[in-house]
């Protein structure tokens, strides 16, 4: 299979990061089926189609954390827990932008998307698991 080296760098790159510590470090994030059923179909062979598959499956694990911070907020009993975990959210999507923006750079190629899209993916769902271990710890 041709696409197999590209999909073995965005699997490497879906690994955990060493240092990360403010997220669960499972061995992958929750992805649905229909994630890997995209990748796995012929149009998610190419860049676009890989791109396209991250944007559809973001919006997914966009929604699934939305869920889980909303859940977590309405655990909390106090204005100083809601500040903090709210202060603790806006800190953390300025990580994930900071973050994924800094693996790509237009002069490094197709696969530079590839590398960013995932990034932004795979933040958005390992945050969206710690959220959901966060509303069962009270």
Known sequence: MRFAPVLLCLSILAAPVAGQAA?????????SPAYDRCLASPDGQSTIGMIQCAAVELKVQDARLNRA?????????????????????RAWIAYRDADCASVY??????????????????HTARRADALEMYRRLR
């Open 23 to 31: 997220e669960p470090q499972s061995s992958s994030p929750k992805y």
């Open 69 to 89: 911070y909303q859940d977590a907020m309405k655990r909390l009993d106090l204005p100083r827990q809601k500040t903090a975990l709210k202060k603790a959210q």
């Open 105 to 122: 750079d237009p002069d490094w190629g197709s696969l530079a998307r590839i590398e960013a899209n995932a990034c932004v993916l795979d």
